[in-house]
């Protein structure tokens, strides 16, 4: 809607709400999401950090999106040797970042510090990295935290992301699509066989949602993807509620040490 034909009360409410943003920038100058740097926009990263910053580009495997270091690596359909062997249960997964040091300097204060401004500056990047598959996307579905660990941190840091990427590619968001059926333990420190038997029917869909997936393409959405574990799980559980085909979105993905 173009600004003329806007009604005179939303034009009121709109520049209000400029000069207020506008008071506040004075106040309280913009720095680097990152670092203390002053930058022109809240939400942005200064020149230095941007530099820094990993982004996933091609070559990338077609499957699972994990980044190679060059365009030969990939075997049959661009694939790496883990999705070869073993292909993963949803059909297409796509980063915004590598899993780096740069990289947890933005995830792990919107995780665990309450940085939840953080969830749009990740998710502008995660719209670029997944334009195709936000393209075919009907549902955009976050991965769901179990009960337990959604009372302790007070929010669920993929569902923030899920919304942040929804509002810039115009895509429903259906927050609670999924439930955790059990407490799992943490993963960070499993091997893959690990990580698989833990995530092993840790995830249904939610009775009351089931009509909003059957024929749709749900574009799964996350803030890292490690081993594929979770997202599998996720997958596994859409596609049983008659999901037409599940992607994956996700803020970062951990490089495979073997494709370096």
Not at 7 to 18: E, W, Y
Not at 72 to 91: I, L, M, N, S, Y
Not at 249 to 255: F, I, Y
């Amino acid at each position: 809607m173009e600004w003329a034909t806007l009604p005179d009360g939303f034009r009121l409410i709109a520049t209000a709400r400029g000069f207020g943003r506008a008071a506040l920038d004075v106040l309280l100058p913009p720095t680097c999401v990152t670092c203390d740097v002053p930058v022109d926009a809240p939400g942005r990263l200064c020149a230095e950090c941007f530099g820094r910053t990993g982004f996933v580009t091609e070559p990338c495997c077609a499957r699972c999106g994990v980044p190679f270091t060059h365009a030969g690596q990939g075997g049959p359909e661009r694939t790496c040797p883990r999705c070869w062997a073993h292909p993963p249960v949803f059909d297409r997964a796509r980063a915004a970042l590598r899993y780096d040091a740069q990289a947890r300097r933005m995830i792990l204060p919107l995780k665990y510090s309450d940085r939840t401004e953080l969830a749009s500056m990740l998710a502008a990047h995660m719209a670029r990295a997944g334009a195709a598959l936000l393209r075919e996307a009907d549902l955009l579905v976050p991965v769901p935290l179990h009960r337990a660990r959604l009372f302790r941190r007070r929010y669920n840091q993929a569902a923030l992301l899920a919304y942040a990427v929804g509002r810039t590619a115009r895509r429903p968001v259906l927050p609670d699509a999924l439930r955790r059926l059990r407490a799992t333990a943490s993963l960070g420190d499993k091997t893959a066989e690990e990580r698989a038997a833990e995530m092993d029917s840790a995830v249904a869909v939610r009775r009351n949602r089931a009509a909003r997936i059957v024929g749709r393409r749900v574009l799964l959405i996350d803030d890292v993807l490690t081993s594929g574990a979770t997202a599998n799980a996720c997958a596994a559980a859409l596609k049983e509620a008659g999901a037409a085909g599940v992607d994956v979105l996700v803020a970062a993905r951990v490089p495979d040490p073997r494709l370096r």
